[in-house]
């Protein structure tokens, strides 16, 4: 009896479904990020990958083609692989490990490249500004660390969002912007244009668990029609400025 228990148990740990993976998603996301259509098992499967506003929001937008992911047991944790039909030229791969009270993940180094119209489905204020454009976001030593309900960051996540245009403006392209995040005892984030008629500059620091962020924003010279619009919308306007505020 004994050994047909430990058996159904093994079966179904190796026969789990991948909704039980899009689940954990779901909750550790707030619903922010779903896995829908799940197929495959815990173990190896694949889902539609949508972002959406979180709990009372109507918006949602679903990335091209299929996440593909794999799980692999480790020494208290598991090795974590996953892999994007339209954005991902090589695997991201990562290992998560248990501890006492929390969890690390570590990501390998790597870069991939994301359509800029998804993030529309995260709610305020993507659905207005609804973007257009390529993401390429690569990471460098990344770790992160949950202890005791705390989050902690080491490594660089940079997301490079370029020839970025909106509905709010007749200019197409608006400009190209890099977004770092430098993990630390205290973790900072930076926003500078690349190039562009749309000036974007700020930093920013998290305290506790809450980013502080400030920056503005500004029509380069001879395009300030082009970009009125929506200078007035993205952040508090003061004079020829809008003032972006996060916290």
């Known amino acids: 009896m004994l050994g047909g228990l430990l058996g159904g ?4 740990g190796l026969q789990a479904p991948a909704s039980w993976f899009a689940a954990g998603v779901f909750q550790a996301t707030r619903g922010q990020v779903q896995l829908q259509q799940a197929r495959g098992t815990l173990w190896n499967g694949s889902a539609q990958l949508v972002l959406t506003g979180g709990q009372g929001s109507t918006d ?3 990335l091209p083609g299929r996440l593909n992911w794999q799980l692999r047991p480790a020494f208290v944790g598991a090795n974590v692989e996953l892999r994007s039909d339209c954005c991902t030229t090589t695997p991201i791969q990562a290992r998560a490990r248990m501890r006492l009270n929390g969890m690390a993940l570590t990501v390998t180094n790597h870069e991939s490249h994301w359509p800029a119209a998804v993030l529309s489905g995260l709610g305020t204020p993507w659905n207005t500004i609804q973007p257009q454009g390529k993401l390429s976001l690569s990471t460098q030593n990344l770790q992160i660390e949950w202890n005791a309900g705390r989050m902690a960051t080491q490594g660089l996540v940079q997301l490079d969002a370029l020839d970025v245009s909106s509905k709010l403006s007749t200019l197409r392209p ?3 912007y890099r977004v770092a995040l430098q993990g630390g005892e205290a973790p900072t984030l ?5 190039d562009g008629a749309l000036l974007l500059n700020g930093s920013g620091q ?3 668990q809450r980013l502080r962020f400030m920056g503005e924003a500004r029509a380069a010279q001879g395009r300030e029609a082009a970009l009125a619009n ?3 919308i993205i952040g508090r306007r003061t004079g ?8």
């Open 190 to 194: 930076t926003l500078t244009t690349l």
């Open 60 to 62: 949602q937008s679903a």
């Open 240 to 247: 020829d400025r809008s003032i972006l505020t996060v916290g």
């Open 174 to 176: 608006m400009g190209s």
């Open 230 to 232: 929506l200078l007035n």
């Open 9 to 12: 148990l093994t079966v179904l």
């Open 206 to 208: 998290w305290v506790g």
